[in-house]
């Protein structure tokens, strides 16, 4: 017999609990679910009042925290105690945002440090991770106010280009907020679940979601077979959004009425300046011509040259789209459908670019600002198990892999693999004895690690002394379908075993996606060769220690010409590798063989010859 909960406080039926799922966005939020009668997803609001609530913290002077409409109202009057794009800083140092510190009207601190930015309003300092759970504590409580149900389980979504610290700073920024958050979930997925493309049609489906937020633009390409989402490949710039559209109408402005710096210093106008310009923006949405006052200077712009600003902002996403398409392995005519999401879609001018570039009309009949919060809502609903049509799988934006000796790169997930996913590598120990092995994991496409971003590093200890390349290290890679990595090694021969969740390490380096996939591109041919070199060095650096301890060894049954002449060889490589040229070094390996090998061939070492095969970590 079914047993039916009543709420004493309320009086009202207690419901199974509800999971909701959240866009906790850059400039606007919005909370959602699946209705439980109507079976369909809706984005909460109070009667008569707005679904969005604009992503803004502000503090009074008691410290009090408003977040939303009211705390946007201050933006303009106390632009010091107001927080907006909080989001942007996310996971990240002062050295990441410095170049767009001027952006922030608040104090965002500089402690020209690697570190985790803080924001100070009055003598207080926030982490971004402090400032979003404000955000989602707002969200939280109106939900529970709407559904007169306590909320305590969500679905947070975030741009796909999130690295793992910017996810596991979401969730932390959740816990803080009292919400267990079930599940992450790349936004540009959340939107086709919305879309639910494809979902009742045998045979597949290939889509495009762009996505053009207040800070953020990501294009994705799915594919929907039979009801299960596959996201082929991801692009975007974390940098990019309609905030740089009101930014280059507020310099547009500055230029032709020559507002002076000195004007400029004053916060509180340039802030209206930020604000004038949204407005111009979103007006020109829908006419020719804006013009407004502020403190008798007229203020005015066309959208003709509104679309000149824009048009290099927006050629930079149609070439991500194109990267995107490309990594999909899908020709341009495959994409059924493209769907758009986020405010700035609402821009005609961009609406045809991409529309043009895809050689189709895009798809924009669900409300843009909310489809988002609508998937995510759905994916809550998968989660609370009521459905079962979808199954959801992702991939990772960069390739993932651990430092090997001379500093080279080692893929072990190739950036858009599917996640989950689980990999495994062996490694061997470079030195006799060696009882630790550093294990550092970085992400990128670059051929060295310094190119690429570290993740994060941790030591396997205690494995028992062998001669070097005996040790054999399982090391491997998982990650969750959150996007989270776990990286654990064990050495297979004594059974050491460390399996360390990889803790992310916030902001260490900017994890600009484009910037580094597009250096990929053009030090492609450098790498090659510089991994050439670093190969070549770093054999002959084994060969040269391979052969010393073989000498000591083995001098019983060595003559003392061949002594000689292995030592004159020895000598040569060593020289050799002092220089750049991976041909000499070549050369020099080969003559040192030639001369070993007869008394090597003596005396076959079993632990000599296997520290000559696999690969070695530092
Ligand atoms: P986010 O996902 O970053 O929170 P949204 O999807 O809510 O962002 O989009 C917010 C952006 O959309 C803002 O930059 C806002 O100015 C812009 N926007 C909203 N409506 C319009 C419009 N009619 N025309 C142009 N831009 C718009
Ligand atoms: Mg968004």
């Given at each position: 017999m079914a047993k039916i909960a009543i709420n004493i406080a309320t009086g009202s039926l207690q419901q199974a609990e509800m999971i909701v799922g959240i866009d906790l966005g850059t400039t606007n939020s919005l909370v959602a679910i699946v209705h439980p009668e109507t079976k369909q997803p809706v984005c909460l609001k109070e009667y008569n009042a707005n679904s969005i609530v604009p992503s803004i913290i502000y503090f009074d002077e008691n410290?009090?925290?408003?977040?939303?409409?009211?705390?946007?109202?201050?933006?303009?009057?106390?632009?010091?105690?107001?927080?907006?794009?909080?989001?942007?800083?996310?996971?990240?140092?002062?050295?990441?945002?410095?170049?767009n510190a001027s952006f922030f009207s608040y104090k965002v601190i500089d402690d020209n440090t690697e570190s985790l930015v803080k924001v100070q309003v009055n003598n207080k300092f926030y982490s971004p991770i402090d400032l979003s759970s404000f955000i989602l504590k707002e969200l939280k409580k109106r939900a529970e106010h709407i559904l007169k149900t306590p909320v305590t389980k969500a679905v947070i979504t975030v741009p796909a280009y999130f690295n793992d610290a910017q996810r596991q700073a979401t969730r932390d920024a959740g816990k803080l907020a009292g919400l267990d958050v079930l599940r992450i979930v790349n936004e540009p997925t959340a939107a086709s679940l919305a879309y639910g493309l494809g979902i009742n049609t045998d045979g597949e489906k290939t889509i495009a979601v762009y996505d053009l937020g207040g800070g953020t633009f990501d294009i994705s390409v799915l594919r929907i077979t039979n009801g299960i989402f596959e996201v082929l490949s991801t692009n975007g710039d974390t940098y990019l959004g309609g905030d740089d559209f009101d930014k280059q109408i507020v310099d547009y402005w500055i230029s032709k009425n020559n507002i002076s710096q000195a004007l400029l210093s004053n916060k509180s106008l340039t802030q209206s300046l930020r604000l004038k310009a949204e407005e111009a923006k979103k007006h020109l949405s829908f006419n020719e011509f804006f013009s407004t006052d502020l403190n008798g200077t007229e203020l005015s712009i066309t959208k003709e040259i509104f679309e000149n600003l824009l048009s290099s902002l927006v050629e930079k996403t149609i070439n991500s789209c194109k990267q995107a398409v490309a990594d999909a392995s899908v020709e341009l005519s495959e994409i059924d459908t493209i769907v758009m999401v986020g405010g700035s879609t609402r821009i005609p001018f961009i609406k045809n670019a991409v529309s043009s570039y895809f050689g189709k009309a895009v798809n924009d009949s669900i409300n843009p600002d909310e489809v988002v919060a609508l998937g995510a809502a759905i994916q809550a609903d998968i989660l609370a198990g009521n459905n079962k049509d979808f199954l959801l799988l992702d991939i990772t934006p960069l390739s993932l892999g651990l430092e090997t000796m001379g500093g080279l790169m080692d893929v072990l997930v190739p950036r858009n693999s599917k996640i989950p996913t689980k990999v495994g590598r062996q490694y061997t120990t470079q030195k006799d004895g060696q009882s630790s092995m550093r294990i550092s994991v970085f992400q990128g496409e670059r051929d060295l690690v310094k190119d690429n971003r570290k993740l994060a590093e941790f030591n396997l200890t205690g494995i028992p002394g062998m001669p070097a390349g005996l040790p054999k290290v399982d090391v491997s890679f998982l990650i969750n379908a959150d996007g989270i990595l776990t990286v654990s090694a064990k050495e297979l021969r004594s059974g050491v075993e460390q399996s360390i969740e990889v803790k992310p390490q916030y902001g260490l380096t900017d994890g600009e996606v484009e910037r580094m996939l597009l250096e990929s591109i053009t030090h492609a041919k450098d790498d090659i060769a510089t991994r050439a070199l670093v190969e070549a060095r770093t054999e002959g650096e084994q060969i040269l220690s391979v052969t010393e301890k073989f000498l000591a060894k083995n001098s019983a049954i060595i003559s003392k010409d061949e002594m000689l002449e292995t030592a004159q060889a020895m000598q040569n490589l060593q020289l050799a590798l002092t220089m750049t040229d991976k041909n000499l070094i070549q050369t020099k390996i080969e003559e040192l063989n030639e001369i070993s090998r007869p008394f090597a061939e003596r005396a076959m070492d079993a632990a000599v010859s296997g520290a000559l095969s696999g690969k070695s970590i530092l």
């Open positions: 410290d009090n925290v408003i977040v939303g409409e009211e705390a946007h109202s201050h933006l303009e009057t106390n632009p010091s105690n107001t927080i907006f794009s909080a989001k942007r800083l996310m996971g990240k140092s002062y050295n990441d945002i410095k170049n």
